[in-house]
């Protein structure tokens, strides 16, 4: 098993950076996935990471720290539309694929 | 591209009936996995088909809980008989084989069951 934190809620202003944190731990490490859900809608795929280092895609950036079982989640250029809940979710070596998710972060993004 | 289709969307039963959730993964998606969300927790794995076979139902609550997928296309599971607890957000997702993760898993909007 693992635990998964992420910080449950933030507020960030319309325009600015945001950077949400996940801290895991695991027996075996292979992989970790940042969701992004609208209210009532499907978790949607933001990114992937299972090498250390940074991947960016567009406004999104992810970053990965193995030694240190640290991620984060960078969102550049808040948009309303930004506002929704960002999951973490970590996938164990041997688990086969099934997805371990953190509660969530709750992102309100102001004018 | 369709996405994942799940049906219905909300459920509302007593305890004690049977309810029958259904996923439409995307075409071609031979991995296809159940999740749920109950209040206030995170979401958490319940099981996950390749094609027609189960291959790992570790996160199955209990036998009151059944998943099948016949011909390897759509899945139903089915509580029987539902209790109070087993209200949550049931989520079906899918991915394609080999799974490298660079995709991520495609999610369903979820079905929404309240077991009053």
């Known amino acids: 098993g693992q635990n998964i934190d992420q910080p449950t809620e933030m507020t960030a202003t319309e325009g600015a950076i945001v950077q949400i944190n996940c801290t895991y731990q695991?027996?075996?490490?292979?992989?970790l996935f940042w969701y992004q859900q609208h209210a009532g809608e499907a978790p949607t795929f933001l990114s992937y990471n299972v090498l250390d280092g940074l991947e960016e895609k567009g406004r999104f950036s992810s970053f990965l720290s193995r030694s240190k079982g640290y991620s984060y989640l960078l969102l550049k250029e808040l948009q309303m539309k930004d506002s929704a809940s960002y999951l973490c979710a970590v996938r164990e070596r041997y688990s086969g694929y099934a997805l371990n998710f953190g509660k969530g972060t709750s992102l309100l993004v102001t004018p | 591209e369709a996405g994942v289709t799940q049906f219905p969307s909300h459920s509302v039963i007593e305890k004690g009936q049977t309810v029958t959730l259904r996923c439409d993964p995307i075409s071609g998606h031979d991995n296809l996995y159940w999740y749920r969300r109950v209040m206030g927790k995170e979401i958490k794995f319940l099981l996950h088909?390749?094609?027609?076979?189960?291959?790992?139902e570790s996160g199955m609550p209990n036998n009151r809980f059944l998943a099948e997928r016949t011909g390897g296309t759509y899945s139903t599971l089915k509580v029987q008989p539902a209790e109070l607890e087993d209200s949550g957000v049931y989520f079906c997702?899918?991915?394609?084989?080999?799974?490298?993760?660079?995709?991520?898993?495609?999610f369903g909007s979820g079905t929404r069951l309240t077991v009053v």
């Open positions: 088909f390749v094609k027609e076979s189960k291959q790992d």
């Open positions: 997702a899918s991915s394609p084989l080999p799974e490298t993760g660079r995709r991520g898993y495609t």
């Open positions: 695991t027996s075996g490490f292979n992989g």
